[in-house]
């Protein structure tokens, strides 16, 4: 099993950026895909990036493509989201998620097997 463990969420005004940070420890870091979630209030849990193992492949929603940026450090055993022209609307929290198929996680979403962190609020002001 792996743990996860995000930083770097906080407040921005719209337009702005910010750049999240999910460290994990355990089991061999580069052995998974990663993937970011979000889920915000009154709303169901939405995928927003993944990356494959090798950091070769990405993928995106929709709603984000364009403006964010998910790459990973396998040497530093650490996933990264980039975000930048922030709007309302991309007001969540933030979830790291560590599972066997990036392309998976696009297409079908979170399974029983991955491994979840804690959590990090983003809030953008208009």
């Known amino acids: 099993q792996v743990q996860l463990v995000e930083s770097g969420g906080g407040l921005v005004q719209a337009g702005g950026s910010l750049r999240l940070s999910c460290a994990a420890s355990?089991?061999?870091?580069?052995?998974?895909?990663m993937g970011w979630f979000r889920q915000a209030p009154g709303k169901e849990r939405e995928f927003v990036a993944a990356?494959?193992?090798?950091?070769?492949?990405?993928y995106y929603s929709d709603s984000v493509k364009g403006r964010f940026t998910i790459s990973r450090d396998n040497a530093k055993n650490t996933v990264y989201l980039q975000m930048n022209s922030l709007k309302p609307e991309d007001t969540a929290v933030y979830y790291c998620v560590a599972g066997s198929s990036a392309s998976r996680m696009l297409l079908q979403g979170s399974d029983q097997h991955d491994s979840w962190g804690q959590g990090t609020q983003v809030t953008v002001s208009s």
């Open positions: 355990g089991r061999t870091f580069s052995s998974y895909a």
């Open positions: 990356i494959n193992r090798s950091g070769a492949s990405t």
